[in-house]
């Protein structure tokens, strides 16, 4: 049974930091893509970072510059690091994993190219 878990998540003030992880049980995701959406409350879930298994790295525009997204195939974790954080950051984190195998693209800023979810981490962040 595939399982991502996701943890690091919680409150902090505007300009700070956090480092999300999200740790994939089950089976690997080395030849595949593992990305980042987020929800905030009353909105749609929306892409965040994603790096293919090259380690080709996708942003969202409002992230460029902030976060950074990285991997760690070996222990079938992959990391978002959060700097500057903003009140308009605040949502539900979740990760993903899946696509065509050794798939890199524009897709993988879409939600429907990812196979498995995690049950997401929230991120607070206070003005």
């Known amino acids: 049974q595939v399982q991502l878990v996701e943890s690091g998540g919680g409150l902090v003030q505007a300009g700070g930091s956090l480092r999300l992880s999200c740790a994939a049980s089950g089976r690997t995701f080395s030849y595949h893509a593992m990305g980042w959406f987020r929800q905030a409350p009353g909105k749609e879930r929306e892409f965040v970072a994603a790096?293919?298994?090259?380690?080709?790295?996708y942003y969202a525009d409002s992230v460029k510059g902030r976060f950074t997204i990285s991997r760690d195939n070996a222990k079938n974790v992959v990391y978002l690091q959060m700097n500057s954080l903003r009140p308009e950051d605040t949502a539900v984190y979740y990760c993903?994993?899946?696509?065509?195998?050794?798939?890199?693209?524009?897709?993988?800023?879409?939600?429907?190219?990812?196979?498995?979810w995690g049950q997401g981490t929230q991120v607070t962040v206070s003005s």
């Open positions: 790096i293919a298994w090259s380690g080709t790295t």
């Open positions: 993903a994993a899946g696509g065509g195998w050794r798939y890199e693209g524009r897709l993988l800023l879409t939600s429907a190219q990812y196979n498995y």
